[in-house]
């Protein structure tokens, strides 16, 4: 049992209250009280208090859109790469030599600067080869997830990048079988598509066939991104409608393009969207000249936020996303009124747990949901004065004020310290593993500056 007292809360809760002095009590994996600290009575003496006079407990960030693979080599892809070569020229020389072992090492420095940012669960977008090794390195550092496995059967790659529609419906069911449910439901598999243009009717029809049949939800990862009409993803959402698929259980990435009749259309379907900005932004999606992302909100369709990728936004901190999508469309619509931090920070948290079909377990501090939790400090200057503490998670605070997070109720980040793995050594294999990758993979490291 662990008990953290008089701390500020935001529980995100229904009546989105925020507690001045509050405290929360954890047992197991659950939250079992929250309220004034007054209120909150341990029927015994608690394992662990937490002393939160100068800390913010908030929900745990759910990001619903993040590649881990790319993690290795993020940042090697300069800024002027044209956007339709990033797959053929750099993503899929990388993808094809990438080993196990590299993929969890990826996986697991993703992790830790999604835990050091704030965020305690994830969706991967789709892009694993080996997804039960990835699951032991997830399981091993704590966090909680929604795994996927690299599919489409209309391009041809090298090697493994190939596959049948077959081939990748057999594996998807291999992988739910071994990876869905473990690590007493912490870690989950979903069918994830590469998009639409890279996979069949049919295998879109399979992917969604499997998934009801293990009660999951699946996605597809890239639908709707880019202006050029050349890009394949770019079809109208009725296309995809028809063919009997748009579910609550289904989830599409990006969505920059869509009109009022598909934004009724997703309202209809209770489809769940993960919008990626720092990415669009990076990757020239037009977020701001067509992004339709408060408008889908307005008509009460479920929008989370996603990290997307280490040459996209090239960092899964959330602390950062959250304060963009709190802003470009502000901007771009020139109104204040626009996407208000709260609905901001709904995104990052209630509605990436609902995008996740997970909302009655995370995404709020509530008695009965997982203990999912991150304690801010507020002896920090970006949190002070703390007037609005909204306003200061929202637009000032940083991952640098992360000073402790549970997931499932364990503590795996104990006052700045990461408890489930030596984090140096890990940085340490990352740096030299990742030029061997790349070397392998026959592509240059380039810098525009001289490098002495
Ligand atoms: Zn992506």
Redesign the pocket.
């Known amino acids: 049992m662990l008990l953290i007292e008089h701390a500020t809360v935001l529980t995100l809760d229904h009546e989105r209250r925020i507690l001045r002095d509050g405290s929360i009590l954890v047992e197991g994996h659950d939250i079992v009280q929250v309220g004034r600290a007054g209120d909150v009575r341990p029927p015994r003496a608690p394992d662990r208090v937490l002393d939160g006079r100068a800390r913010l407990v908030a929900p745990g960030f759910v990001d619903t ?1 993040v ?1 881990l693979s790319e993690h290795l080599n993020r940042g090697l892809m300069l800024d002027d790469v044209p956007v339709d070569r990033y797959l053929p020229d750099w993503l899929l020389p990388l993808y094809a030599v990438m080993t196990s072992e590299e993929e969890a090492l990826a996986a697991l420095l993703a992790c830790i600067e999604m835990i050091r940012t704030g965020t305690t669960t994830f969706c991967e ?1 789709g892009t694993l080869f080996d997804v039960a090794t990835v699951a032991d390195a997830v399981e091993t550092i704590g966090m909680r997830a929604v795994l996927g496995r690299w599919t489409w059967d209309l391009v041809r790659g090298p090697g493994r990048l190939t596959q049948t529609t077959e081939e990748g419906l057999r594996r998807n069911e291999a992988m739910l079988a071994e990876v869905h449910g473990r690590a007493d439901g912490r870690i989950g598999a979903w069918p994830l598509l590469i998009g639409f243009g890279t996979c069949s009717e049919r295998l879109i029809r399979g992917a969604k066939a499997l998934a009801d049949r293990h009660g999951t939800g699946w996605g597809m ?2 639908f709707a991104s880019h202006p050029s009409r050349k890009t394949a993803d770019t079809v109208p959402l009725a296309t995809l409608d028809a063919l009997g698929v748009l579910a609550p259980t289904t989830k599409l ?1 990006h969505m920059v393009y869509v009109d009022d009749d598909d934004i009724a259309l997703l309202a209809r379907r209770g489809v769940k969207i993960s919008h ?1 900005p720092t990415a669009g932004l990076k990757h020239v999606k037009g977020l701001a000249a067509h992004g339709r992302f408060p408008e889908m909100l307005e008509r009460g369709v479920c929008v989370s936020l996603g990290g ?2 280490g040459n ?1 936004s090239n960092h899964f901190d959330m602390l950062r996303i959250v304060s963009l999508v709190a802003t470009i469309y502000k901007d771009a619509r020139l109104d204040v009124g626009v996407l208000p931090a709260e609905r901001a920070l709904e995104m990052a948290t209630i509605r990436g747990a609902e995008a996740l079909g997970l909302e009655t377990r995370i995404g709020s501090i509530e008695p009965g949901k997982r203990a999912d939790l991150v304690l801010y400090d507020l002896d920090t200057p970006e949190w002070r004065p703390l007037l609005n503490p909204v306003n200061n998670l929202v637009y000032a605070a940083t991952g640098a004020s992360v000073r402790t997070v549970l997931v499932d109720g364990r503590i795996i980040l104990d006052e700045g310290r990461l408890v489930t793995m030596d984090e140096r050594a890990l940085l340490t294999r990352v740096e030299a593993r990742a030029r061997e990758h790349i070397a392998r993979a026959g592509l240059p490291i380039e810098s525009r500056w001289p490098v002495v």
Do not use: E, N, Q
């Open positions: 859109h590649h977008a990862m890239h990435a990626c997307d990728s996209g």
